[in-house]
């Protein structure tokens, strides 16, 4: 816990928080350092962003799903061998899991990593009562070290000068930034957010974009010595849940543009308790990989690619095949989607899936579900037995058609949402299928790698 840290936060969503973390990572980068990128919260996208500014991994850090233990663990590990961290906070500064408290909020991971804060406020028609909006940040809890704050959207040099004399004439902390208004390069995004990022749609050449805005406008000198004024925390013990017995397995991880919203740390997980993960590609390749044990579908975006992976009739038939063998698959969202006998876009189109799931998906105008979901197992599946809790999130803008009529179905979770009233049944398990529209976390449940190697080897 002694690595210099910073945490990029916002008085809401839509301030600038990505961009201008983009730009400081590239920006650090260039000065030769070695940076550690987070994103706080169950995002999958975003992530792909910080991944290419750092050339590291980034890593999600959630309070709800994964508890403060986990979370210290996880960015003492990946930041073991950084010169500095760089921590994207979610939403607002304060917004998390529950209106009231600050679960699953950037603060609270500001406060378990003792990270000082730098807070983008969208300064647009804002003069002296930026002054009044930091105050409200900075005491609204007493534990957190708001270190400064950063004016996006500013009108001119003038203009920013007057932001900064009005936090210093009552004693805020201090301005370290004003950004002017459209410096910054417009990121592309669609209904989830951001899209996911590659070198098409994050160049070198952007990149150095928002390096160079950051070095104009923000002040380096100050930010680097905030995030080297943190104290060095004692050693945090790092677990894992190696140690499983038994043959080794091979997973087959569908991995390509349409299916690759995974969070690291399960697949890591999946590694560290013995198992093989073989990454193939549905849009891609003509078959699955040999001797596979399991089939592994996480989500992304199979409609954006749907006539595509229609067209891929040996890829359809040979993961059709592998169900109709029962042999064991587990799907998140987008890969659900792909187990379906298919999926009706927008425009009224309809495109064949495997049809392992007897029935289809349909795309709506509008966002079926977000939110957080503690989900609990209705019979023996992927991560235990029946009763087996754990937690996880869900963001689609797709639906079931329609519910399967045959009793050889069931559904594979019962999930309360963290904003409804009573409990619901969701997903789809029969025998070794388990599909669901929820992503889990594995840290949410200690051993759930191990369970889930048992499942694929038919142990469970």
């Known amino acids: ?103 699953g909020s950037t603060a609270e991971i500001a406060r378990w990593l003792d990270a000082p804060v730098l807070l983008v406020v969208n300064a647009h028609g804002m003069a002296r009562s930026l002054a009044a909006l930091v105050k409200g940040y900075a005491e609204f809890d007493p534990e957190l070290h708001l270190a400064g704050a950063i004016a996006n959207r500013c009108g001119s040099a003038r203009h920013a000068d007057w932001l900064g004399d009005a936090l210093a004439a009552v004693g805020l902390p201090p301005l370290a930034g004003a950004v002017m208004r459209d410096s910054l390069p417009t990121l592309p995004s669609r209904h989830l957010g951001l899209v996911t990022a590659d070198r098409q749609n994050l160049t070198t050449e952007a990149l150095n974009s928002l390096a160079d805005a950051v070095e104009r406008q923000l002040d380096m000198p100050r930010i680097l010595g905030l995030a080297e004024k943190v104290p060095s925390g004692p050693a945090i013990p790092v677990s894992s ?109 309809r495109h064949a899936m495997t049809g392992a799931l007897p029935f289809a998906t349909r795309m709506l105008a509008t966002r079926k579900r977000l939110g957080y979901a503690e989900v609990r197992q209705l019979a023996d599946g992927p991560f235990g037995a029946a009763g087996t809790c754990l937690r996880g999130h869900e963001f689609h803008y797709s639906e079931a058609i329609a519910e399967p009529a045959t009793p050889d179905w069931q559904s594979a979770w019962q999930v309360s949402y963290r904003r409804a009233g009573k409990p619901v049944a969701e997903g789809y398990q029969r025998s070794r299928l388990f599909a669901s529209y929820v992503h889990v976390h594995f840290a949410s449940r200690p051993g759930a790698a191990r369970a889930f190697i048992a499942f694929c080897r038919g142990e469970s």
């Open 1 to 103: 816990m002694s690595c210099p840290r910073l945490v990029i936060a916002g008085t809401s969503s839509g301030v600038g928080k990505t961009s201008l973390t983009l730009g400081l990572t590239a920006a650090l980068r260039r000065r030769g350092l070695n940076v550690q990128t987070f994103k706080v919260g169950p995002d999958f996208l975003d992530p792909t962003w910080l991944s290419l500014a750092s050339g590291r991994p980034c890593i999600n850090l959630d309070g709800w799903m994964c508890g403060p233990d986990y979370v210290q663990e996880r960015f003492a590990k990946a930041s073991a061998d950084a010169d500095i961290a760089i921590i994207e906070g979610v939403m607002g500064l304060f917004d998390g899991a529950d209106p009231a408290s600050a679960q």
């Open 241 to 349: 849940d190696s140690g499983n017995q038994g043959r080794p397995i091979r997973i087959g991880l569908a991995f390509d543009e349409a299916f690759h919203f995974y969070y690291p740390d399960n697949l890591q997980a999946l590694e560290e308790a013995g198992a093989t993960l073989v990454r193939f590609s549905p849009l891609h390749d003509n078959t699955l990989p040999a001797d596979l044990d399991a089939l592994f579908l996480g989500g992304g975006y199979p409609e954006e690619h749907a006539a595509t992976l229609e067209a891929n009739h040996a890829m359809r038939q040979a993961v059709a095949a592998f169900a109709v063998a029962n042999r064991p698959i587990y799907a998140e969202c987008g890969g659900l989607m792909y187990l379906s006998e298919g999926i009706e876009l927008r425009d009224g189109s």
